[in-house]
């Protein structure tokens, strides 16, 4: 006896091709959703970074493009002058991560501790610093400006070192060493994003190598300043 269909599969059948329908469309408002989300937030980024840049000057976009206002229309000694000064600052800025470690006995002889946890803690607190930085940095710049964020960044490094070199207390070393770092990345955030804005991408490998060097090149400058002015 020939077995007979189920009467009710031509219901599911139509019923699996609603639901397939229905998946298919629900999967299309979605991707529609998230292109639109995307590309207004690409709009209003673009929107905030021209009208960052134009904030200052009375220029429409087009007369920007062409106006010696432009970082990109400097003179060449204009932009290597600036990007002479960024490099000398991201160098220091990364160099100060290690510079100092060959001397770390005699600082902690100096403030009267033999905690290796403490040593190793006031090389490793420079790069905490570093590591919150760019969570408030970043984002004041492209609100703001690069210069507008370089500036404090310069001043509260120099205030920070000069605490720390006269400091009397291990504490207040420690403390002020993260400040350093916290002020250091701004110099390593903004020195590649000004670079950017004044030299074609092609050109720009040489300024942005010489920024990288700090940190390998900071020890052996260490040691010799070490040996140099302890002697």
């Not at 397939?20 to 970074?49: F, I, R, Y």
């Not at 134009?54 to 990109?72: G, K």
């Not at 605490?163 to 993260?178: D, P």
């Amino acid at each position: 006896m020939t077995p007979q269909p189920p009467l009710n599969s031509g219901a599911e059948s139509a019923s699996e091709i609603h639901i397939k329908s229905m998946e298919a469309t629900l999967h299309h408002c979605l991707d529609s959703t998230v292109l639109n989300s995307t590309g207004k937030e690409k709009q209003t980024s673009d929107q905030l970074v021209i009208e960052r840049d134009l904030s200052n000057h009375d220029l429409t976009p087009s007369a920007w493009l062409s106006s010696l206002q432009n970082p990109i229309n400097w003179s060449p000694m204009r932009k290597w002058t600036t990007i002479s000064l960024l490099v000398i600052t991201n160098f220091i800025a990364a160099t100060c991560t290690s510079a100092f470690e060959p001397a770390l006995p005699s600082i902690m002889a100096d403030f009267h501790s033999a905690n290796d946890s403490v040593a190793s803690l006031t090389v490793s607190i420079y790069t905490i610093g570093y590591c919150l930085g760019p969570l408030v940095i970043a984002p004041m710049s492209e609100l703001y400006g690069h210069v507008t964020v370089l500036y404090p960044g310069y001043i509260g490094f120099m205030l920070a070192l000069a605490v720390c070199g006269s400091s009397r207390s291990l504490l207040v070393f420690v403390v002020f060493r993260a400040v350093m770092g916290f002020a250091a990345i701004i110099f390593v955030l903004m020195g590649p994003a000004i670079v950017a804005d004044l030299i074609p991408r092609e050109r720009r490998g040489l300024a942005l190598s010489i920024m990288s060097a700090g940190p390998v090149v900071g020890p052996t400058i260490g040691q010799f300043l070490y040996l140099l002015f302890s002697s």
